[in-house]
């Protein structure tokens, strides 16, 4: 599975980004589709996921919820995290990642294959 990522930057609170996230390769056992981030010095923690097909899903994180949207275009194989209202604390690199299990999962050790990730940096 690969991954192509887009769309960080730099923005200015209370601004907003879209990232993009599409995938290729052999994807018909990719379930969901989820965001991560890292910011530095700290832990990798959970964003938000969607179902990557089929009946939609899609849960998030407390720190985001409100803020962030996370939608797909299953034909375009794409999954996007539109954040808005961003905070300094926003800042980190993003990642997308790719689980092939059965139940939608918010920890990172259930995704299979991961992004490169893109930098977000919320700042004046």
């Known amino acids: 599975v690969q991954f192509e990522e887009s769309g960080g930057g730099l923005v200015q609170p209370g601004g907003s980004l879209r990232l993009s996230c599409v995938i290729s390769g052999v994807i018909s056992r990719i379930n969901y589709l989820g965001w991560f981030r890292q910011a530095p010095g700290k832990e990798r923690e959970f964003v938000g996921a969607i179902s990557r097909s089929g009946i939609y899903r899609v849960i998030y994180a407390n720190a985001v919820k409100g803020r962030f949207t996370i939608s797909r275009d299953v034909g375009r194989n794409t999954v996007y995290l539109q954040m808005n209202g961003l905070k300094p604390e926003d800042t980190a690199v993003y990642y997308c990642?790719?689980?092939?299990?059965?139940?939608?999962?918010?920890?990172?050790?259930?995704?299979?294959?991961w992004g490169q990730g893109t930098q977000v940096t919320v700042s004046s």
């Open positions: 990642a790719a689980d092939t299990s059965v139940v939608l999962a918010s920890y990172s050790r259930s995704y299979d294959y």
